[in-house]
């Protein structure tokens, strides 16, 4: 079955850190792009930082130097490192795989829950 699986959610003080992982089962990361995108209560989803098959990155104005995305292909994983999380980054983060020769995302995770409040 082709599945993307997010993990690494949960509960963090402002100013702390979380690593999320996106894995895949039935599906290849290499060569690929992937992004995490989030979505708030209210909100619109929105593009959080993604990764091309050839390391190129592109992140959101708003985490920029606190969010890090990374991959490793032989893993079939992408990460997202956040670092100095502010309550507004509070949201479900969803990871989402689209092929190279296309735009649109061919597939999505269930998401995982970011919770950052004091």
């Known amino acids: 079955q082709e599945q993307l699986v997010e993990s690494g959610g949960g509960l963090v003080q402002p100013g702390g850190s979380l690593n999320l992982s996106c894995t895949a089962s039935g599906i290849v990361f290499r060569f690929n792009t992937v992004a995490w995108y989030r979505q708030a209560p209210g909100n619109p989803r929105e593009l959080v930082a993604s990764i091309a098959g050839h390391g190129d990155t592109n992140y959101a104005d708003s985490v920029k130097g606190r969010f890090a995305i990374s991959r490793d292909d032989a893993a079939n994983a992408v990460y997202l490192q956040m670092n100095s999380l502010k309550s507004e980054d509070t949201a479900v983060y969803y990871c989402?795989?689209?092929?190279?020769?296309?735009?649109?995302?061919?597939?999505w995770g269930p998401g995982t829950q970011v919770t950052v409040s004091s």
């Open positions: 989402a795989l689209r092929y190279t020769t296309t735009l649109r995302w061919a597939y």
